[in-house]
């Protein structure tokens, strides 16, 4: 009877299973809609495979459905409460919510993000996100409910005792966000040095851009190119270029060279590189030129208001 009872369950087990890897390919593919579609049966029918639930909770949060996110991360931390990783997700889905809904709502769940964040830390000294969250937490809330620079300041240097690249991109962050732009260069300069990823070259190029010292700017973009070879990087350091009026020549290359090497990874649309291009050449006054390309990134998207009125201005040279 036990034989037969397995024979008959076994294509059903194996149906199941499949399912799951079905959702665990469409969330790694990004498709986090249909991931969540292929889930939610499957939960429903395997409450406690709490992988699933996770992946299901995972799929929502990446669609902005912070209740369903959050009501399933609640779900794990009462299965597993001394798993670190499921408190920093349930804090981070409550912190998103927080963030959606009016500033009386979300007073109301900031101690529960809080606390979910604290317990993830406490329960894993290893744990980087949650630091990350914990810094950016006490940074960004008014001192009045908590926030508070020297706690931030706490967690960054937790950071930098895990992953030193880590620290130095939570300090340069925290000086940033308190207007301490020299400080948050310094720390940004560190992170380059010891890491040197995308992310830190990306942090430094962005403090100069809001500091307007496009020359900086370009310099580190130039860096990052060379040690990532990323043709994106061709499209900044035109964007740069036109948006100040400065490097005229460089800019119009490197957007020729971001256009030539396109592909869709790349991540800005080429009608914007078109757009960048018309904006150099109305910096120099070639008006045909600037109507050339203004009406190349036009054809890409009809509907931009931007690229309109930009033309509208290039009529008027």
């Given at each position: 009877?036990?034989?037969?009872?397995?024979?008959?369950?076994?294509?059903?087990?194996?149906?199941?299973?499949?399912?799951?890897?079905?959702?665990?390919?469409?969330?790694?593919?990004?498709?986090?809609?249909?991931?969540?579609?292929?889930?939610?049966?499957?939960?429903?029918?395997?409450?406690?495979?709490?992988?699933?639930?996770?992946?299901?909770?995972?799929?929502?949060a990446q669609?902005?459905?912070?209740?369903?996110?959050?009501?399933?991360?609640?779900?794990?931390?009462?299965?597993?409460p001394?798993?670190?990783?499921?408190?920093?997700?349930?804090?981070?889905?409550?912190?998103?919510?927080a963030?959606?809904?009016?500033?009386?709502?979300?007073?109301?769940?900031i101690?529960?993000?809080?606390?979910?964040?604290?317990?993830?830390?406490?329960?894993?000294?290893?744990?980087?996100?949650t630091?990350?969250?914990?810094v950016?937490?006490?940074?960004?809330?008014?001192?009045?409910?908590?926030?508070?620079?020297?706690?931030?300041?706490?967690?960054?240097?937790?950071?930098?005792?895990?992953?030193?690249?880590?620290?130095?991109?939570?300090?340069?962050?925290?000086?940033?966000?308190?207007?301490?732009?020299?400080?948050?260069?310094?720390?940004?300069?560190?992170?380059?040095?010891?890491?040197?990823?995308?992310?830190?070259?990306?942090?430094?190029?962005?403090?100069?851009?809001?500091?307007?010292?496009?020359?900086?700017a370009?310099?580190?973009?130039e860096?990052?190119?060379?040690?990532?070879?990323?043709?994106?990087?061709h499209?900044?350091?035109?964007?740069?270029?036109?948006?100040?009026?400065?490097?005229?020549?460089?800019?119009?290359?490197c957007?020729?060279?971001?256009?030539?090497q396109?592909?869709?990874?790349?991540?800005?649309?080429?009608?914007?590189a078109?757009?960048r291009?018309?904006?150099?050449?109305?910096?120099?006054?070639?008006?045909?030129?600037?109507?050339?390309?203004?009406?190349?990134?036009?054809?890409?998207?009809?509907?931009?208001a931007?690229?309109t009125?930009?033309?509208?201005?290039?009529?008027?040279?």
């Amino acid at each position: 009877m036990r034989v037969l009872l397995f024979l008959v369950l076994f294509p059903i087990l194996i149906f199941g299973q499949s399912s799951f890897d079905d959702a665990k390919q469409l969330y790694a593919n990004k498709d986090y809609k249909k991931a969540a579609e292929v889930l939610e049966p499957f939960v429903v029918k395997n409450p406690n495979h709490l992988e699933a639930v996770e992946l299901y909770g995972d799929a929502n949060a990446q669609q902005s459905k912070w209740d369903t996110a959050i009501t399933h991360y609640k779900f794990l931390i009462s299965e597993g409460p001394e798993n670190a990783n499921y408190h920093y997700k349930y804090g981070g889905a409550l912190g998103m919510k927080a963030l959606s809904i009016s500033k009386i709502r979300a007073l109301g769940i900031i101690g529960e993000v809080k606390a979910a964040f604290l317990k993830a830390a406490e329960l894993d000294p290893t744990h980087i996100d949650t630091r990350w969250a914990l810094v950016e937490l006490y940074m960004q809330l008014p001192g009045i409910i908590g926030g508070s620079k020297s706690k931030s300041l706490k967690y960054a240097q937790e950071l930098e005792t895990l992953s030193t690249v880590d620290g130095y991109l939570a300090k340069g962050y925290i000086y940033e966000y308190d207007n301490e732009p020299e400080l948050a260069e310094t720390y940004y300069k560190l992170a380059i040095s010891v890491g040197g990823s995308v992310t830190c070259y990306d942090k430094l190029i962005t403090l100069y851009e809001k500091e307007g010292r496009p020359q900086e700017a370009i310099s580190v973009m130039e860096a990052a190119h060379i040690k990532h070879q990323r043709n994106a990087l061709h499209y900044q350091i035109g964007k740069v270029c036109a948006e100040y009026n400065v490097q005229l020549e460089k800019g119009a290359y490197c957007l020729q060279v971001y256009l030539k090497q396109y592909s869709v990874q790349d991540g800005v649309p080429k009608a914007w590189a078109y757009y960048r291009l018309a904006q150099i050449y109305k910096h120099q006054k070639d008006k045909s030129k600037a109507l050339k390309y203004i009406n190349k990134a036009i054809s890409e998207l009809p509907d931009s208001a931007v690229f309109t009125s930009e033309k509208q201005e290039i009529n008027n040279l």
